[in-house]
């Protein structure tokens, strides 16, 4: 069966400071990999997603970088973090080629900038 | 552009009784809606999705949606609720023909009172 993992699950960080959140999926092969923030435990804010090693899309302009060095393997990095980086982070795969599939997500990851 | 719409920002009903979680949504094309529950400092887990077929859509825990074309609306039901279904329940819409990728409502918030 599939599985997602995501760590670290808490995470508090000066501002400035560098920011790496790693996300790993087993059980399957050419995932879509998604990062989501969620900011206040409210509505979700997709950051980006990638189709494949190295193919990254970006929503929103920010901060934030993403990279995926293997298939399934996606991170979530900063240089330097703002307060405004505040927020529960969520990793998710899907498969691909279909609007139907459903979203996996991880356990997420908790990020509070001081 | 394709929206979800999540009128109401908290729900309370008494346990046992039939709750509703309501979502409306708009898209180009025929619709893939899904509805996920978060449960706090979780990630988003899948309940249940309408891709086609019957309108009404049965899925985890009791729950389940009714899918109404002329209203644009995927209502989340439930007969009997139980205060353990208390969580923020997410609904969200992706077109069949579209390349973009899913969009979420805004969370609604589920409280079942003893």
């Known amino acids: 069966s599939q599985t997602i993992h995501q760590w670290p699950a808490t995470l508090v960080q000066p501002v400035g400071s560098p920011l790496s959140l790693e996300c790993t999926v087993e059980?399957?092969?050419?995932?879509?990999l998604y990062w989501y923030r969620q900011a206040a435990g409210r509505g979700l804010q997709l950051l980006f997603y990638?189709?494949?090693?190295?193919?990254i899309s970006s929503e929103v302009p920010q901060n934030l970088s993403a990279s995926r060095p293997q298939d399934r393997q996606f991170i979530l990095s900063s240089k330097k973090l703002l307060l405004s980086d505040s927020g529960f982070y969520l990793c998710?795969?899907?498969?691909?080629?279909?609007?139907?599939?459903?979203?996996?997500f991880g356990a997420g990851s908790r990020l509070t900038v001081l | 552009a394709q929206s979800v719409a999540q009128p109401e920002d908290q729900v309370n009903v008494a346990e046992g009784n039939p709750l509703t979680v309501k979502c409306t949504y708009s898209?180009?094309?025929?619709?893939?809606l899904f509805w996920y529950v978060q449960y706090p400092n979780r990630g988003l887990q899948f309940l249940l999705k309408?891709?086609?077929?019957?309108?009404l859509v049965k899925g985890s825990y009791g729950f389940e949606a009714e899918f109404n074309k002329s209203q644009t609306s995927f209502h989340l039901k439930k007969p009997s609720a139980l205060v353990s279904d208390s969580a923020l329940y997410f609904c969200?819409?992706?077109?069949?023909?579209?390349?973009?990728?899913?969009?979420f409502g805004s969370g609604t918030q589920l409280t079942v009172l003893p």
């Open positions: 998710a795969w899907s498969g691909l080629n279909s609007g139907a599939n459903v979203l996996t």
């Open positions: 059980g399957t092969s050419n995932p879509n």
């Open positions: 990638s189709v494949g090693i190295g193919q």
């Open positions: 898209v180009s094309g025929n619709p893939y």
């Open positions: 309408y891709i086609t077929g019957d309108n």
């Open positions: 969200a819409v992706r077109g069949s023909g579209s390349a973009r990728q899913l969009t």
